[in-house]
């Protein structure tokens, strides 16, 4: 069952085509008219399409449908918000996550629930996962009860955890041989950003699934880039949050320096902000590290792990990162020391004298 | 108001040409009298000597390349030391040490004078645009003085107290900032190797938390591997190796500062002392082997 939706956002339509949009997501919020920054080559924002009035096409490969029924596993920090965007937007939604009790929030704005990826996975047209690092996302993928049981022609996985180069590929060549499509769609932001449906994804795989789900990463993000082979995206990831981790190292660094030389951080943070250094992430940080208080928007642990990752990824390409190789030490400190479900910013602990004790 | 003006480098004659188009009297000097030339013709006045700037002007800045070119020209012969008196402003812009800023300011403050020092953030486009930042420290009533100039030179002005208490300032941010862009050359790299556009990279970069105007100017000269000076890469090594040096006297742990530390001098030895600090780029990219 469809119907036809008129937009009144006619940018980038092309003249005898009309949004078309399957009655499972009614309402594409107002947000959605930006412009959008993706890769080569540039793409408007909704994909011109017809639905095909025979309802024999459910081939979801092609560009002719919206997903109508869409998977979402792993309801953590950030699946969590995801999922719900999605719903808020008026998608049918399945969610799993291995303690079941944090798709509560979800159920109670309509999500259905499966006891395992593979029923998720086997009963939505498209699935994604959001899980924490690539132990997870290889056994929900491929485990027992797994995604890949459940997959079949016609339906699509898009995973967007961060994992290693060759995770991803390890992921989508067991996807594939059921026929189905796979995409790696890793994004950067955190926790705020993805309440307020503005991360940013960094997508690699099968092309023609990058333009069906281009809806719905729009529901949940700000923009998307298109990166071509599948590793491409996590490769991305992974250099971006080596920057991020040694960034906050360094900052944690002056921070820490400007008070034991009678400075007052504070003021450090604000002179940074004025400066070709500003970044967003040293004014929402600094005042809460000044405070040696680390409300968790991404985890320590995760900062590490990404971290060890992009070392694995500069060593298969004899490429030296001695910063990053000097930060990652400062956070398996950190984990050591008892951090790791802190914010990553938690790592300016690992440099003072005696740290603080955390709850 | 009458200012003089010691020091036409890249920043110091940036910042003296600003002074003048907003109405400033300026008198300089410089080492070498020719760069003086450029000034003269808009308007400035030239005199041989610190001393006889400073014996002429009421306030006097210096913006001095390092802590013995900042000394120089206090205490040799000739220098402002010989004719700074009661009344007179010496306004040091130069980045230093705190110490070197605290010697400055004793022999300034023992012949009568009136002392501040007022580092700046920022490199030559803001000094040319006037959006610098002042993170000025010591007499305070001086500072209040010069807010007129500061207010030319300079987008936002710091007062932090104590001397010493701006140049270490200044060191803390430039440690960060060397350490960022070291961590912005692995990215680059990285992202190349991989088989990724860099192009790319500065994009997602520019959308998210990490953005910031350093990488948004200075990516794409990188990736072109060209690295026009706007801040001397020897200078911002000599920056790393002061903040080190105040986390030494300090025994505060700074292994990031440390390592980009390494990568400057490496560069310093490949001979990119005078290229822009972006430059220490090429430790990475001189390494990958050819495809």
Request: hydrophobic content about 40%; charged content about 20%.
């Amino acid at each position: 069952m469809s119907f036809l939706v008129k937009t009144s956002y006619s940018h980038n339509l092309a003249s005898t085509a009309m949004l078309m949009c399957s009655s499972f997501c009614p309402q594409i919020p107002n947000q959605f008219r930006r412009r959008p920054i993706s890769s080569f080559p540039a793409r408007p924002l909704f994909s011109v399409s017809f639905k095909a009035l025979s309802s024999q096409a459910n081939n979801a490969s092609t560009k002719d449908e919206l997903p109508a029924r869409i998977g979402f596993l792993g309801i953590g920090i950030m699946g969590s918000p995801m999922a719900q965007n999605l719903l808020k937007a008026g998608c049918d939604v399945t969610v799993w996550n291995r303690t079941k009790s944090k798709c509560d929030p979800l159920i109670s704005l309509g999500a259905e629930y499966k006891s395992s990826p593979e029923e998720v996975a086997a009963s939505c047209d498209v699935t994604f996962a959001m899980l924490a690092d690539p132990e997870s996302a290889v056994d929900v993928a491929c485990g027992k009860y797994g995604v890949v049981s459940g997959m079949s022609p016609g339906k699509g996985y898009v995973d967007v955890s961060t994992v290693d180069v060759e995770t991803s590929k390890f992921i989508s060549g067991h996807i594939k041989t059921t026929g189905a499509l796979f995409l790696e769609a890793p994004v950067s932001g955190s926790k705020k950003p993805a309440e307020d449906g503005q991360l940013i994804f960094l997508a690699a795989g099968d092309r023609s699934l990058y333009e069906t789900v281009s809806p719905l990463l729009d529901i949940m993000g700000k923009s998307r880039f298109y990166l071509g082979d599948v590793g491409n995206g996590a490769a991305m990831k992974l250099v971006v949050n080596m920057i991020m981790g040694s960034m906050m190292a360094s900052f944690s660094e002056g921070l820490l320096l400007s008070e034991k030389v009678g400075l007052d951080p504070n003021v450090l943070v604000e002179v940074v902000s004025q400066g070709a250094i500003s970044a967003p992430m040293y004014s929402m940080k600094g005042p809460s590290m000044v405070q040696s208080r680390y409300p968790t928007a991404f985890p320590l642990k995760h900062q590490q792990k990404d971290l060890r990752l992009a070392l694995g990824l500069a060593e298969s390409v004899s490429q030296p990162i001695p910063i990053a190789a000097a930060a990652n030490e400062l956070y398996k400190v950190a984990k050591s020391h008892g951090l790791s479900d802190q914010d990553f910013s938690a790592v300016i602990e690992t440099l003072k004298g005696k740290l603080q004790k955390q709850q | 108001m009458e200012i003089g003006f010691l020091g036409l480098g890249i920043m110091g004659k940036a910042i003296s040409v600003n002074l003048l188009r907003h109405g400033f009297k300026v008198t300089v000097w410089n080492r070498t009298l020719s760069k003086c030339g450029e000034l003269v013709e808009l308007g400035a006045s030239v005199e041989e000597t610190p001393a006889a700037v400073v014996k002429k002007c009421q306030y006097t800045i210096a913006m001095l390349s390092d802590p013995s070119a900042a000394l120089s020209v206090v205490f040799d012969k000739g220098g402002v030391l010989e004719q700074i008196s009661s009344g007179k402003g010496y306004i040091d812009m130069s980045t230093v040490d705190a110490d070197t800023a605290s010697k400055i300011s004793e022999a300034i403050l023992a012949k009568g004078g009136q002392f501040l020092e007022a580092p700046v953030s920022g490199s030559k486009k803001p000094a040319e645009d006037g959006q610098l930042v002042i993170l000025a420290a010591g007499n305070e009533a001086l500072y209040k003085e010069v807010i007129p100039a500061f207010n030319v030179i300079g987008k936002k002005s710091f007062y932090l107290g104590q001397v010493g208490n701006g140049a270490k300032m200044k060191l803390v941010v430039n440690m960060i900032m060397g350490s960022m862009m070291n961590a912005f050359s692995e990215g680059l790299v990285l992202a190349d190797r991989s088989g990724l556009e860099p192009q790319v990279l500065l994009d997602v970069l520019d959308l998210g938390g990490i953005a910031n105007p350093m990488f948004k100017l200075k990516g794409p000269t990188m990736i072109g591997r060209s690295y026009p000076p706007a801040f001397p890469l020897k200078h911002q090594q000599k920056d790393m190796r002061l903040a080190l040096a105040l986390g030494d006297e300090n025994a505060v742990s700074m292994p990031i500062a440390a390592a980009a530390n390494e990568a400057f001098k490496k560069a310093r030895s490949m001979g990119l002392g005078d290229l822009d600090f972006s430059a220490v780029h090429e430790t990475l990219e001189a390494l990958k082997p050819p495809h």
